[in-house]
Structures are given as C-alpha cells and as structure tokens.
C-alpha cells in the first residue's frame, strides 16, 4: 500500500550542486503537486502538474524545474541550489484533472533537504 | 489574496480535555476546506473535506465544522496518540485542485 514514495528521504548539497528530487504514486492519479514546508511558513506549491503532459508553476517556483515523466511520476530539479532552498519536500497528488474537481491531495513523506 | 490563518499555535491538553482548533479563512469563494494532520517526519495524512457552510464531518474523536469564514476541529476526550500538528488547508474554483495551507497547530496530549 505505498500511495505516494519520494526519494530520497535525506539529501545534503553543497551550494551551486545540482540535484533531482522523485516522486511516484500508484493511485492512478491525475494530478500532482510539488510543495515546499518550512517552519512557520506552512506549506507553499512550488509547481504543479494537473494532468499528464501539463506543468504550470505554484506560489514559489524559482529556482526549480519540474518534468512530468508520466502520469505515475513526476520529478523535481535544482538546477544550482542555494541555501534559501534548505527545506523539507512533499510530493502529492489527487484524482482531481482540472479545476471543477476537488479531490483530496495524498502525500509522500517527504525529502529532507540541506543545502550548505 | 486568499488567506489561512490557524489558532492556537500551539495547544497542550490533558488526556480527556476536549477542545478546538480554529482555521479562519479569507478567500474569493471556497470549493472546499481540507483538514489534515502531520506527525513528526511525515507527510500530511488526509483527514476531512468539508464543501459548504453548516457541514459537518467526523471520524473517530475528531469532528469538523464549517461556516462561512472559519472551520473548527474539534477534538472529544483526547488521547496522547492525537498529538500531531493539524493543518487546514483551503482550494478555490479555477486553481487546478491547489491547496492553500495554514501554518497549522501543533497538538501535544498529555497523559
């Protein structure tokens, strides 16, 4: 019963290092959503993909890139990290496919990210 | 700018000792009020939804409430194992199934 798997679950970068972030659902799910928590922030979409083959940027998308490699995965690129962008990282993804639906979001558990 | 706001911050109970969390919210029409709890280490678990003013949902020792500008998670005679953070998140029409979270509450029940 896996639901939503990231990896890694730990990661530690030095700054300007580049570094891809996985994530894969077996829920047959449309949607998928990339979210970044820091303390006293909340979390915050840094992008999202609403159906296979569509990417649209969220609330932080600076700095990072995303592919949606299929409908079961969808990844996330540092292209040149940044200590800003220490933080812990959450996949999710819901049988939502566009914005009259409003399915609930699963989430991985996470991938703890330090970038020095 | 559509906006969460959850109070307390944080919130320390003894075993047995109901309560409520509060998430209020300011946004351009609501599609739907999500509650989620978040242990330590891990990603957030799905709780409720709740889609318009007066619903009402429950599961276990946990209800959840709605009205127009605020939702409530009430918690009825708690246990230690309920301690988590609690999230609430809110999505509006036209926004391809996003989540807009509050900063959450962090639960602790004590024995």
């Known amino acids: 019963n896996a639901g939503v798997t990231q990896t890694p679950k730990f990661q530690v970068l030095k700054t300007g290092q580049s570094m891809t972030l996985q994530c894969a659902q077996d829920?047959?799910?449309?949607?998928m959503y990339w979210y970044r928590q820091d303390p006293g922030m909340g979390l915050r979409l840094i992008y999202y993909s609403a159906s296979e083959g569509t990417t649209d940027k969220g609330e932080v998308p600076n700095g990072y890139n995303v592919s949606r490699l299929n409908k079961r995965e969808f990844s996330l690129r540092l292209e040149s990290a940044a200590p800003s962008q220490t933080s812990v990282y959450f996949c999710?993804?819901?049988?939502?496919?566009?914005?009259?639906?409003?399915?609930?979001?699963?989430f991985g558990d996470g991938t703890r990210l330090s970038i020095l | 700018e559509d906006q969460v706001t959850q109070s307390p911050e944080a919130l320390r109970l003894q075993e047995g000792e109901s309560s409520s969390l509060n998430c209020s919210y300011t946004?351009?029409?609501?599609?739907?009020l999500f509650w989620y709890r978040q242990d330590p280490g891990k990603g957030p678990e799905f709780l409720f939804t709740l889609y318009s003013a007066g619903e009402e949902k429950e599961k276990e020792r946990l209800k959840a409430t709605l009205t127009k500008k605020e939702s409530f998670l009430h918690i009825t005679a708690p246990k230690p194992e309920d301690s988590a953070t609690y999230l609430c998140a809110v999505q509006v029409p036209g926004t391809a199934s996003k989540l807009t979270f509050g900063t959450g509450t962090r639960l602790q029940v004590m024995l």
């Open positions: 829920m047959n799910h449309n949607s």
């Open positions: 946004v351009s029409g609501l599609r739907g």
């Open positions: 999710a993804s819901s049988r939502s496919r566009d914005s009259v639906s409003n399915q609930p979001q699963h």
